[in-house]
């Protein structure tokens, strides 16, 4: 099954919310990036302020040296490594927005607003009822282990949830000794679209709710009735059966230029130019709907007017 972009996002979101720190943008992984793009996009991270006055050099990853600004480049002095330079993407942070987190963990539990988030510990935090069973969030399991307290309650209470990301090593089924109820936040909730979804004991987060939206060419979807292009909206773009076909015609030929007629022969339109379908009827125009398709066709198409050619560059990465 391929994974979708919202497991991915919901994957990434975890792994980081454990670590309780910040991140550069430069180390984020390539393969990683489209998922931390959805996250920015959605708002679930935020950027993070440093101080930069002393950089740790990128080349050793040893000494930290006082960054300057020469000729317009960034550069520091490092001791051992001598002048290396800094680019823009080593001193932008990002951080897990943890009020975010918390908002839309309480939506997927339906915690009553009139219910406060409280500060337990550094890292834990109580934030609601679920089914009249508090509701405890933490960044890592050891952080509960270590302040026990937190699980105790009241003679006649429910048995509380815990809310934390896996931790690396094997926990074992009840690693919290029959206290409290743990929910792993990569097996008990998941992502769709900007919200957290709550998922019920044995349901896989990946048939929960289909989405048919899922980049799965590209950033286009299976059946190329979505395209998902985060520099237009956070949400899926839509696409008209023509428009699909289009977007499917342009994917078959791999990234190599045709001429129009090809493409729409290809694609079973009467129209003449793959534009065509995509342009936007005055009385429509300034509505999203009819708008965003035509900017998603602007984003992903080339065109050589000189040969009359049309190509879809990232077609080219993977075969149809």
Known sequence: MIESLNARAWQFLCARYSDASHWFDEAVETIERPAFEHLAAIKAVKPFVTDNRFVLCPCCGLQAAELYRACGVLELNCPDCGPVRIFEGQLRAWTIDADWFIRKLRSALDTSTRQATLVI?????????????????????????????????????QMPWVITPKPKRDTGADPLAGRAEWLPLEERFTLYGGNISFLEQGTAPELSKPDPSTAVHGPLSEDFRWVQLTELQSDPIALTLAQAAVFRSLWHFAGQPQEAHTIMSRAGCSSDKPID??????????????????????ALVQTDRRAGTYVMPCASLTTA
């Open 121 to 157: 510990a550094s890292g834990i935090w109580l934030i609601g009822q679920h089914e009249r069973r508090s509701v405890i969030l933490a960044r890592s399991l050891d952080e509960v282990l270590h302040y026990p307290a937190v699980l105790e309650r009241p003679r006649g209470n």
């Open 277 to 298: 379908v995509f342009k936007v009827k005055p009385k429509f125009q300034g509505e999203p709907k009819y708008e965003l398709p035509l900017q998603a066709y602007k």
